[in-house]
């Protein structure tokens, strides 16, 4: 998977609100994702969508996730799933992890659980499959892995999103300039997306709370006010 192509995500869930909740956050994290109301429909879409990874619900109308996950690893059996389910007995999450699922989330859950959960499946199934636009670079005394989506500070890991990641490989590609909020909107969220400012302060405010020191005094991601951002290689030094 080509790191800056957005990893595509299908969500398989009969809950039209989990669906919706779960495809709202991850888009909001930099990931593409889709949905899909039961197993029949998931597999349909698999078929024309080709996801990076399958978010599978177990009890669903019409065909179980399981009998997805049958269909799914038939026909691609490197495809990463997770499934996430009320079922919470043993006998359940040894019958995913029997079907080749990768992971196993039980309801209720956490939303960022989920997150956490999808970047280490994705890190485990795409690990090494490199291009030039995802080899580590350096901004500010943090160390960024894109295939990791990880950052590292010392012997500390940060964990990253993709869009986290294209935010700060477009500021140090340009070093002590004053970019654009729509330049870097554009190229974190891509040209189809219409540039909301107000979309990326507030990433860029989370962002800097995970990767900063001092977030109210951040030396990475710098403010410039009317223009949009600045990373300063001397300031971060």
């Known amino acids: 998977m080509p790191e800056y192509q957005r990893m595509k995500i299908l969500i398989a869930e009969d809950d039209r609100l989990t669906r919706d909740g779960l495809i709202e956050f991850l888009e909001s994290e930099g990931y593409e994702a889709i949905g899909a109301a039961d197993g029949v429909e998931a597999v349909n879409i698999f078929r024309t969508a080709s996801p990076d990874l399958v978010c599978l619900d177990i009890m669903m109308p019409n ?26 007995e043993e006998v359940d999450r040894l019958v995913g992890f029997d079907l080749g699922a990768d992971d196993f989330i ?22 090494g499959q490199t291009e030039d636009s995802s080899e580590e670079f350096q901004i500010g005394d ?28 477009f500021l140090s590609r340009h070093p002590g300039k004053a970019m654009e909020r729509n330049a870097i909107f554009r190229f974190a969220w891509g040209e189809s997306h ?27 991601i710098l403010t410039v006010h009317g223009v949009g951002y600045r990373f300063d290689s001397e300031c971060s030094s």
């Open 142 to 169: 943090l160390l960024v892995s894109p295939n990791q989506l990880r950052a590292k500070r010392a012997d500390r890991i940060i964990e990253l999103s993709p869009r986290d990641v294209r935010i700060l490989q």
């Open 194 to 220: 219409f540039p909301n400012s107000r979309t990326l302060d507030q990433h860029i405010s989370q962002l800097r709370k995970r990767i900063e020191v001092d977030p109210k005094e951040p030396k990475i």
């Open 63 to 88: 065909q179980s996730g399981y009998e997805a996950c049958r269909i799914l690893k038939a026909e691609s059996p490197a495809l990463p799933i997770i499934f996430i389910s009320a079922k919470a």
């Open 106 to 127: 039980v309801k209720p859950f956490s939303i960022r659980e989920v997150l956490a959960r999808v970047r280490a499946v994705a890190r485990r199934c795409y690990a």
